[in-house]
């Protein structure tokens, strides 16, 4: 069974970056496809960015400029760097990861950006 670690969320100021991190039990290589969402209470979960096994990446329009997605095959991680953070980058941010035919979800991780 895999799992999913996520870290690296906080408290952040408007403008200010954080990076997450989601670290797998086993080797990202066997992934299709990682991904970051997050989820607002009372609202869908929403996608954010994903990034495939040939590293190609694709973003939603409202992070696009602002968060760069990537993975680290030698440290089994995934990472979403975030910049220039808003009010509205507020939600918890899961990791997920498809290995045909099953996919895996991390627990979440919160990430507060005031205003």
């Known amino acids: 069974q895999v799992q999913l670690v996520e870290s690296g969320g906080g408290l952040v100021q408007a403008g200010g970056s954080l990076r997450l991190s989601c670290a797998a039990s086993?080797?990202?290589?066997?992934?299709?496809?990682m991904a970051w969402y997050r989820q607002v209470p009372g609202k869908q979960r929403e996608l954010v960015a994903t990034?495939?096994?040939?590293?190609?990446?694709n973003y939603a329009d409202s992070v696009k400029g602002r968060f760069i997605i990537a993975t680290d095959g030698a440290k089994n991680t995934m990472y979403m760097q975030m910049n220039s953070l808003k009010a509205e980058d507020t939600a918890v941010y899961y990791c997920?990861?498809?290995?045909?035919?099953?996919?895996?979800w991390g627990q979440g991780t919160q990430v507060t950006v005031s205003s």
């Open positions: 997920y990861a498809r290995q045909i035919p099953a996919v895996y």
């Open positions: 086993g080797t990202i290589f066997s992934f299709n496809v």
């Open positions: 990034i495939t096994s040939d590293r190609i990446t």
